[in-house]
């Protein structure tokens, strides 16, 4: 089993929070496609090949920097991570419906010949779980927590041992 870094848990939660903010702001009456959801996530993402915007975007990665092998290296990375990235998105939709904070209706077949993309709804319990910060800033409150609770702690261990060090030694040197 592999061991998660603290650098890329941070990042799972802030993806997490990502994706109920995009259905939040972009959707329409809090829903957004499937589509639309992985276009918003990721700057260059499938649909996007084929249609002539992405011609726009190449040039507008070779635009920002001066350096036109990294450029070229961070877009063939892009290209790359498009399938991971998809795997990712699909195992976060299904935890945050587990969660009860999403509603994602999987491609729905209209007919035969028609298969409607996925919808993701936001509820009410995704729009209060944002409002409060989402996992980012429940992960970060319970970090103050716990820093808060050890230093109560070695406060409190500080002073049972100073009430028993204190008067001990003034006993020792009153005598």
Avoid at 123 to 141: A, C, E, V
Wanted: net charge positive; glycine share 4%; hydrophobic share 40%.
């Amino acid at each position: 089993m592999k061991k998660i870094n603290y650098f890329e848990f941070e990042n799972n939660i802030k993806f997490l929070d990502e994706i109920l903010r995009i259905c939040l702001q972009e959707g329409d009456n809090y829903q957004i496609s499937t589509p639309d959801l992985e276009a918003s996530l990721n700057d260059i993402d499938l649909n996007s090949l084929v249609k002539k915007d992405i011609f726009k975007r190449i040039k507008s990665v070779f635009k920002k920097n001066n350096n036109k092998v990294s450029e070229v290296n961070i877009l063939e990375l892009q290209l790359r991570n498009l399938y991971q990235d998809k795997a990712r998105l699909y195992n976060a939709l299904n935890f945050l419906e587990e969660e009860k904070l999403i509603l994602h209706n999987s491609n729905i077949k209209i007919n035969i010949n028609i298969v409607s993309p996925g919808i993701v709804t936001l509820t009410f319990k995704g729009i209060i779980k944002l409002s409060r910060g989402g996992f980012y800033g429940d992960h970060i409150r319970q970090k103050r927590k716990d820093l808060l609770q050890s230093f109560f702690w070695l406060v409190a261990v500080l002073t049972f041992l100073a009430g028993i060090i204190v008067p001990f030694l003034s006993k020792l040197y009153t005598i």
